[in-house]
């Protein structure tokens, strides 16, 4: 699926970031048996009010995965052993076999299915389908609004508990240090994804000047400004469009707790400004500022400059 970064300032919100099974499909010549990524629309009411979450999920999924995911996504409580089922239609009695396979139900957008949990009923409506492969998340919750059970939509948690400690180790584990402190410290588990889709661990065929320019950033020693460096490298490395990019390197900062004295947020400007030297090197490569190279091959530049040396 397009890795994915949820913007808080927004309500409801499914920030696109990079659709990098798409570019890895297209290089590979995906077929049509591989696994796709289903985009969901799940939604239930709460009073008169909508609750929702926008789920990436794999297509070969069983329903009892579904169903897990969407009780991690929407807080269900665990406690209560609850009468719980899926139907083709809303007013449908029956239950559907748990050991199938979502795909089989949404495979085409405007498709849907319906889960009941007790009193409670979740729409499943498909929003579109995306090429995948190996580095995917197998599910993860890209958007949503409302809280449920008493409990706020906090799509980093939701993340972190689809994704498992085993795989956030997992992709930590490729990650160069400095950056897994960035991470941390700024709490961005909304991260986790973005790494995990840039598959780090994939090899790349830079120049060998190329590479000896990337291995000499970050050039700023100060602590602002490396944190500003590798919050605009995560932003770039999401492939958005420029106003995106700038609020992705904008959240990340303050997020991390750099603000003005008066306690404004630093600027996307202000940000730039502070690794100027480093991201004029990266500009000389092509991996900063208009132009230069492809999407593809940008990847291969913030792959170098993340991944564990």
Request: aromatic content about 6%.
């Amino acid at each position: 699926m397009p890795s994915t970064l949820y913007r808080p300032r927004r309500r409801q919100q499914v920030a696109s970031v990079v659709d990098l099974d798409a570019a890895r499909a297209r290089l590979r010549g995906a077929t049509r048996d591989q696994p796709r990524t289903l985009l969901v629309r799940c939604a239930t009411l709460l009073a008169d009010e909508t609750v929702l979450r926008h789920i990436g999920l794999r297509s070969d999924s069983t329903l009892e995965d579904v169903q897990r995911i969407l009780h991690i996504s929407f807080a269900v409580p665990a406690d209560t052993p609850t009468p719980s089922r899926f139907t083709r239609a809303e007013s449908d009695s029956g239950r559907l076999d748990v050991t199938g396979k979502i795909g089989d139900y949404l495979s085409s957008p405007g498709d849907t299915l319906f889960f009941h949990w007790g009193l409670w009923q979740f729409t499943l409506s498909l929003l579109d389908v995306y090429p995948r492969d190996a580095a995917t998340p197998r599910a993860l919750c890209v958007a949503g609004a409302g809280e449920f059970a008493g409990q706020p939509f906090d799509v980093a948690a939701i993340n972190a508990q689809l994704l498992g400690p085993s795989a956030v180790e997992t992709v930590l584990a490729t990650v160069r240090p400095d950056v897994v402190d960035v991470v941390a410290r700024s709490r961005a588990m909304d991260f986790l994804p973005l790494l995990q889709a840039l598959d780090l661990g994939r090899p790349a065929d830079l120049d060998p000047s190329v590479a000896q320019i990337l291995a000499t950033l970050p050039r700023e020693r100060t602590a602002a400004a490396c944190d500003a460096f590798w919050c605009t490298v995560l932003s770039l490395a999401c492939l958005v469009d420029e106003a995106t990019a700038n609020d992705v390197a904008e959240s990340a900062m303050a997020a991390l707790g750099w603000a003005h004295e008066d306690g404004r947020r630093y600027s996307a400007g202000e940000i730039h400004e502070l690794c100027a030297g480093s991201l004029v090197r990266l500009a000389s490569v092509g991996g900063y500022g208009a132009g230069g190279r492809s999407a593809v091959d940008k990847l291969d530049l913030y792959r170098a400059l993340l991944r564990v040396k």
